[in-house]
């Protein structure tokens, strides 16, 4: 079964602090999606990374990729408020079109 | 235009009722994509077209699900005789082509059946 696994699935912290969010998937895909979302908004791209040892960098944010542990993070560098959010990541199945999700993480910084 | 479209953004229908769910793509972009989002889940894949033709439907819950784009820009997803698990966030996404550029996704359709 085709399965995308993110964790934690929920993480509450402060500002100024460093955390990452992994997400272990299942296929040969060599493409990984993180997206942002709002409550009651859509999704928001923030990241492609299309082969092993990408790593690109938005900000605070960092996204890595380690296609042969099937394993792709997301590091968030002295967290701000603004950054709360829910965070998914997605991988684009063999097909070449179709993205399976993970359940998403909700992240939560407190001021 | 500049974003995916979608309309409306709210909908609360009757159990039973018939809606409708309308998707204005990206102009140009060749892809289009429904998915179906359940509160507090990622969203999962119902159906892609390739301009007009659909080519996977296989996400589709039902046969009570329809989804059609007849001139390869504008789609609409039609749930027939709603039921109370029906109830979630309805997302159109759309690309240049297989994922090309990314995928850029509308607002979506929170859809309550009551």
């Known amino acids: 079964e085709l399965k995308v696994e993110q964790n934690p699935l929920f993480l509450s912290m402060q500002e100024g602090k460093n955390y990452t969010i992994y997400c272990n998937y299942s296929?040969?895909?060599?493409?990984l999606y993180w997206y942002r979302q709002d409550p009651g908004k859509s999704l928001e791209s923030l990241f492609v990374l299309l082969s092993n040892g990408a790593v690109k960098q938005e900000g605070r944010l960092m996204a890595s990729l380690d296609t042969k542990a099937r394993l792709s993070t997301l590091h968030i560098t002295a967290a701000v408020h603004d950054l709360s959010a829910t965070y998914f990541c997605?991988?684009?199945?063999?097909?070449?079109?179709?993205?399976?999700w993970g359940a998403g993480t909700k992240l939560i910084i407190k001021p | 235009g500049a974003g995916v479209s979608q309309s409306p953004r709210y909908k609360v229908a009757k159990r039973g009722q018939d809606v409708a769910l309308r998707c204005d793509p990206i102009?140009?972009?060749?892809?289009l994509f429904w998915y179906q989002q359940a509160l507090g889940q990622g969203p999962e894949f119902l159906t892609y077209f390739q301009n007009e033709a659909q080519l996977d439907k296989s996400g589709l819950p039902s046969d009570r699900f329809f989804a059609e784009r007849p001139e390869g820009s504008v789609s609409t997803l039609k749930i027939q005789r709603t039921q109370q698990e029906d109830s979630a966030v309805y997302l159109c996404?759309?690309?240049?082509?297989?994922?090309?550029?990314?995928?850029?996704f509308g607002s979506g359709t929170r859809l309550t059946v009551v």
């Open positions: 996404a759309s690309s240049l082509g297989q994922g090309i550029g990314g995928y850029t």
């Open positions: 102009s140009g972009h060749v892809s």
């Open positions: 997605a991988e684009l199945r063999d097909s070449n079109y179709q993205l399976i």
């Open positions: 296929t040969t895909s060599d493409r």
